[in-house]
């Protein structure tokens, strides 16, 4: 079977080009014969090489646009199996096999697959344990779409009568450079909290990814929010930094300034300040240069499915602002059982 899934692999890192009709059906009902066999005789334990190959299989799907192929071929029951013999091999290695397990998750939020599987509870289960016994998180979730879709626009931004496109690799870059900046100004501690006092905007967006991938705990305060819930909010998550989207949300902090406990530094993304505890959007991303080189990533290998990953707060227009926790499970598992539920939305919608 390595010799078989050896030349699969081969075809599939080409992409679809490579393949005739007839033959990119046989080798569709080839994967799914192998991945029964491998699964009802323990294959994985025997050949150790098959998981690696299966894993570059998936990975390459979407890029070489055979995914949808791919999905539509796919035995539901056999592929379910196949997700329970993974989930029990991570039981027994994680890092030889989490990888396969992040790639059958991301193949199976294809339309064609999710329509096959409406309904079925079964698979809530299994993909939620997937994801933590795997250990998927949202830079996983992120970073396969970034791997996925490139070029393909992620943000549109209207400017009046015209617009600005955001693709993924776009925002991917914009991203790393945020999280670098948010690593020098957290002085190397993704522990600490940064809330969120902005209106929406395309960089408010790729702030909020910065952290949710890298592992700082953001806290979303309501844009309308009056300063008393605002210091509430401040001092009871114990917030150190915090981003403003204008002057008008930064004179907001000015008036309670002195009530804040714990908050060192804020940074406006639109417009300055004269106060020396504010730093201008410039300033925040010239903090990059100091960046030491592999600090996010030894952070983010102390990040698991569940971790605390956002607060987001009510305006308290009913009383004192309620804080709703959410994990990166949370966040990951609410994305696939939205797939589930509305399973012919896709990557083209």
Not at 89 to 112: C, F, I
Not at 206 to 229: E, F, K
Not at 268 to 293: A, C, P, R, T
Request: aromatic content about 10%.
């Amino acid at each position: 079977m390595n010799k078989e899934l050896l030349k699969i692999r081969d075809l599939f890192f080409a992409g679809k080009s490579a393949f005739e009709t007839e033959q990119l059906k046989k080798t569709l009902i080839q994967i799914n014969s192998y991945l029964e066999k491998i699964t009802s005789n323990d294959l994985f334990k025997r050949q150790n090489n098959i998981a690696s190959l299966l894993t570059d299989i998936f990975s390459s799907a979407f890029s070489g646009k055979l995914a949808s192929f791919l999905a539509l071929e796919l035995n539901k029951e056999t592929y379910y199996n196949f997700g329970n013999y993974i989930l029990k091999k991570l039981n027994t290695d994680k890092q030889k096999y989490s990888n396969l397990a992040h790639e059958y998750l991301n193949l199976l939020r294809a339309t064609e697959f999710l329509t096959k599987i409406y309904e079925e509870k079964r698979w809530e289960k299994l993909i939620e344990n997937l994801i933590l016994e795997s250990n998927f998180k949202v830079s996983t979730l992120f970073n396969q779409r970034v791997r996925d879709y490139k070029g393909k626009t992620l943000f549109k931004v209207l400017h009046g009568q015209t617009e600005s496109e955001y693709s993924w690799e776009t925002v991917n870059e914009n991203v790393n450079d945020y999280r670098k900046s948010l690593n020098v100004l957290l002085n190397n501690n993704n522990k600490s909290m940064v809330a969120f006092l902005t209106v929406n905007s395309i960089e408010m967006a790729q702030l909020d990814i910065a952290c949710l991938t890298s592992g700082i705990i953001n806290v979303m305060i309501p844009a309308n929010s009056v300063p008393q819930n605002i210091e509430y909010i401040l001092n009871q998550t114990k917030a150190e930094y915090i981003l403003v989207s204008s002057e008008k949300q930064l004179a907001k902090l000015l008036s309670i300034k002195n009530k804040l406990k714990n908050l060192k530094k804020a940074i406006i993304i639109k417009g300055s300040s004269s106060e020396n505890w504010v730093l201008n959007f410039n300033e925040f991303l010239s903090l990059k240069n100091n960046y030491k080189e592999g600090t996010i990533e030894k952070l983010e290998k102390r990040i698991s499915p569940k971790s605390l990953s956002t607060i987001m707060y009510t305006s308290g227009t009913t009383g004192e602002p309620k804080g709703i926790m959410f994990s990166n499970l949370n966040i990951i598992y609410k994305r696939f059982c939205r797939a589930l539920a509305l399973p012919e939305i896709g990557e083209h919608d």
